[in-house]
């Protein structure tokens, strides 16, 4: 199931299942489920992560309440229109579960155990929209940033990320059309969207908390340019 853009968009996750698996659509006869996975953070609080499956990787024991799993796949997004507006949503497409039993010795238990890789998620795409630089009234420093990242069939994913601190400050003067490599963890938050008439709704965002981020080099693009030339003409 994996493609070249693996390299591209790649995470993994352990959680555990909450709640029960949703319908979401279906394509040639396949039928896709949404699901909730809890990943537990080093503060104690939990990101609410929204995964997409087919229905030939799971099976009713897979997605029972509690069961931990670890996922293999990529953060994806698209546009769904509510109410003649666009609202960009963000969900974990699973190209692997494993399912992880708490006291089975396995490698992937071993991953749990050690907690090597418990949220991780690795983007390399360009920046899309020029980062929002801001600071908190405590003085925390943060970027928000808007990565497109490539999927195959010439379609894009459109990836929020929020950077802290130094890599905030790094952000802010970066171009639009900029490649980036990030890694980082995905996250979820609550907010209040407030409206015109008073009214608020709480909503869950999604993002990614960048660890890491690091300029791609048009260099490095231009070499590998000139390599596959080079292959092409030798074959």
Request: aromatic share 8%; proline share 2%; net charge negative.
């Amino acid at each position: 199931m994996d493609t070249n853009y693996l390299e591209n968009n790649y995470l993994t996750l352990v959680g555990k299942v909450t709640g029960e698996k949703q319908f979401s659509h279906e394509i040639y006869g396949e039928r896709f489920y949404t699901f909730n996975l809890s990943i537990p953070r080093l503060s104690g609080n939990a990101d609410m992560i929204p995964v997409t499956t087919s229905e030939r990787l799971i099976n009713d024991e897979t997605l029972k309440e509690g069961k931990k799993l670890l996922i293999k796949g990529q953060f994806r997004s698209y546009n769904s229109y509510q109410e003649e507006k666009n609202r960009l949503i963000l969900t974990v497409f699973a190209k692997d579960i494993i399912e992880v039993e708490e006291n089975e010795e396995s490698a992937e238990n071993e991953i749990v155990k050690k907690d090597i890789v418990t949220n991780e998620v690795i983007l390399i795409g360009f920046i899309c929209k020029k980062p929002i630089y801001r600071q908190t009234p405590f003085g925390r420093e943060i970027s928000d940033i808007l990565l497109a990242v490539n999927r195959a069939y010439n379609k894009s994913d459109y990836i929020p990320c929020i950077a802290w601190g130094r890599n905030a400050r790094f952000c802010q003067n970066l171009e639009v059309g900029t490649q980036v490599k990030v890694v980082g963890r995905v996250q979820s938050r609550t907010y209040e969207k407030k409206y015109e008439d008073g009214s608020a709704e709480t909503r869950v965002a999604y993002e990614v908390s960048v660890g890491s981020l690091e300029i791609i080099e048009e260099k490095d693009n231009e070499n590998e340019s000139e390599e596959q030339t080079e292959n092409q003409e030798a074959v």
